[in-house]
């Protein structure tokens, strides 16, 4: 398998936000975290990538992620994409590519312009000028870059234009037809319905659902306790 996840408990200072998350995702499988603002899923992204701290088992391809840190994660094989994008504004377009190229990588510059023709037209341009559905895709690319076998994925269609949108769950679908696991949040679960992913559902900082996401939009309990507002 290549995420394992027991008992996990995470804390921001004294505020506990995860009270023992379970969680498995096989190689090459893409799992959709769904749940309401405030119900843990980003602090799940965070303590994966170890940005904050926690308790508890946590194993990529049986090496223990707990205690380590965000570099040696990522040197593992495990890409982050936060909501936030976090591309280096007064950096290229190009040069934030460069920046996360990992030598031998199977996700070139030149594929990312591929995929997302618009990063190429805009190869010079500084990422703070761009678009979010711009920097959405440089976030990606850059993240894909560093060639990972698995990667977290924070709201990846939030704000974006259809099109765009399109544009992104196609790059994912291509991530998945070469075997990389995924950890997609989603509010909305657009890209998981393009993707046809497992459902992971949390609430109050542990899951709440798993299943196929057939089983996912037949249960109305569910929904109805753990996602709907009001």
């Known amino acids: 398998m290549s995420l394992c996840i ?7 200072g004294a505020a506990q936000v995860l009270h023992g998350v379970n969680l498995v995702i096989g190689e090459g499988e ?22 904050v701290r926690c308790e508890g088992d946590m194993r990529y391809r049986d090496v223990r992620l707990v205690g380590l840190r965000p570099y040696r994660i990522a040197r593992l094989g ?15 377009v190009r040069e934030n590519l460069l920046l996360g190229e990992r ?6 510059t030149h594929e990312a312009y591929r995929l997302f023709p618009a990063l190429e037209a805009r ?11 711009e920097q959405q895709m440089l976030a990606l690319a850059r993240t894909l870059a560093g060639d990972p076998s698995f990667v977290v994925i924070d709201e990846p269609g939030e704000g974006l234009a259809p099109h765009v949108l399109a544009q992104v769950a196609a790059c994912l679908k291509t991530l998945r037809e070469r075997g990389v696991a995924m950890l997609l949040i989603e509010e909305r679960l657009t890209i998981a319905r393009m993707l046809d992913a497992r459902v992971a559902v949390m609430g109050h900082g542990a899951i709440r659902f798993d299943g196929p996401i057939e089983a996912f939009a037949r249960d109305a309990q569910v929904m109805r306790e753990w996602l709907f507002v009001g």
């Open 6 to 12: 027991e008992n996990l408990r995470a804390w921001y």
């Open 30 to 51: 893409a799992v959709a975290l769904a749940g309401r603002n405030g119900s843990g899923r980003s602090t799940l992204a965070k303590a994966i990538m170890g940005l």
């Open 78 to 92: 495990i890409g982050y994409v936060p909501e936030t994008r976090d591309v280096f504004p007064a950096l290229t």
């Open 103 to 108: 030598k031998g990588t199977r996700f070139t």
């Open 123 to 133: 190869a010079a341009v500084k990422a703070g000028l761009l678009s979010g559905g």
